[in-house]
């Protein structure tokens, strides 16, 4: 299993734009990249996935360099409401998987 | 479409005692799974269901934890005894073939106290 490493919290204003790093040096070739966000009293909610390059949605946007052995979210103008908990994950799609959630990046969004 | 439903909840019990916490998947989902979430930390997959087997569940209790997954639907997991360490929250979630790789739907979670 490939392990991950994001920053334990991060501070930011309402309108910036936010990026968050993961690093995975171990992935595998079949692993995707996926990231989830978790509000307070919530399960965790999926945001965006990838596999290399660059990953838009409505959402955020995933940056995933040619090596593959990190990643990086990036949450455009952020609003008080992206205070949150953010999960990188990193495994394959195959049934017999088993991802595993690691301490993820407290974002706190201040006014 | 309805999301992943869980029962209870909140639940307390004191330590020693049993519990037992409902999940119910987004319909037509094949894989469900178990994650116990103690406070400020990360969710820790306990046991994955596909359809009715059990796919994993090396993280899983055995001496006091079961889970069981009938008729490959709704799933039950049971603690029994309860320890103080027990306490967290427990998600339950679902993945269906469709859509994007390993995307998960969590259920609202039960939030177990053992006094």
């Known amino acids: 299993l490939a392990k991950t490493t994001q920053p334990i919290s991060m501070d930011s204003y309402e309108g910036q734009e936010v990026n968050i790093t993961c690093s995975h040096n171990?992935?595998?070739?079949?692993?995707?990249i996926t990231w989830y966000q978790q509000f307070p009293s919530q399960g965790p909610r999926f945001i965006i996935q990838?596999?290399?390059t660059k990953v838009t949605n409505e959402v955020a946007s995933l940056f995933i360099p040619a090596d593959r052995k990190s990643s990086t979210l990036s949450l455009p103008r952020v609003s008080l409401s992206d205070t949150a908990v953010y999960y990188c994950?990193?495994?394959?799609?195959?049934?017999?998987?088993?991802?595993?959630f690691g301490g993820g990046t407290r974002l706190m969004v201040k006014p | 479409e309805a999301g992943v439903a869980q029962s209870p909840r909140y639940k307390i019990i004191e330590k020693r005692q049993s519990v037992a916490f409902w999940c119910n998947p987004i319909?037509?989902?094949?894989?469900l799974y178990w994650y116990q979430q103690i406070l400020g930390q990360g969710p820790k997959l306990l046991i994955q269901?596909?359809?009715?087997?059990?796919?994993?569940d090396s993280q899983l209790p055995k001496d006091r934890f079961s889970a069981e997954r009938l008729k490959g639907v709704d799933s039950t997991l049971k603690i029994q005894p309860a320890k103080l360490e027990d306490s967290a929250v427990y998600l339950c979630?679902?993945?269906?073939?469709?859509?994007?790789?390993?995307?998960?739907?969590f259920g609202p979670g039960t939030r177990l106290t053992v006094l």
């Open positions: 171990n992935i595998a070739t079949n692993d995707y």
């Open positions: 994950l990193v495994g394959e799609d195959n049934a017999g998987n088993m991802l595993t």
């Open positions: 979630a679902s993945s269906g073939p469709d859509g994007v790789y390993n995307e998960q739907f």
């Open positions: 319909s037509g989902h094949a894989t």
């Open positions: 269901f596909q359809n009715n087997g059990v796919v994993d």
């Open positions: 990838g596999y290399k």
